[in-house]
């Protein structure tokens, strides 16, 4: 059974900075692509950044140079830095295990999601 448990969301101020943390069990973790979503109040699913088997990662313009996605595959883990957050970063954060080839393809697997807010 696949699993994935976000966290480290919450309420951080315009400016500040949060580290999220998924956890993934139930798949081989070392091979497989790991990507951020975000969705808003009244918006669609985003894609915030990806990481690759290989660790090459890949951003959405909205989030590049403040983001910063890595893994540990030692603890089968995916994080997301997030530095200088501003308003319209609130929103519901979650992990998802997938495949790369140029682009992201998510799979069916997704975790609970972690809200972060962000104040102005």
């Known amino acids: 059974q696949v699993q994935l448990v976000e966290s480290g969301g919450g309420l951080v101020q315009a400016g500040g900075s949060l580290r999220l943390s998924c956890a993934a069990s139930g798949i081989i973790f070392r091979i497989n692509a790991m990507g951020w979503y975000r969705q808003a109040p009244g918006k669609q699913r985003e894609l915030v950044a990806f990481?690759?088997?290989?660790?090459?990662?890949k951003y959405a313009d909205s989030v590049r140079g403040r983001f910063t996605i890595s893994r540990d595959n030692a603890k089968n883990t995916v994080y997301l830095q997030m530095n200088s957050l501003k308003p319209e970063d609130t929103a519901v954060y979650y992990c998802?295990?997938?495949?790369?080839?140029?682009?992201?393809?998510?799979?069916?697997?997704w975790g609970q999601g972690t809200q972060v807010t962000v104040s102005s």
């Open positions: 990481i690759t088997i290989g660790g090459s990662t």
């Open positions: 998802n295990s997938g495949r790369t080839s140029g682009s992201y393809y998510p799979s069916n697997y």
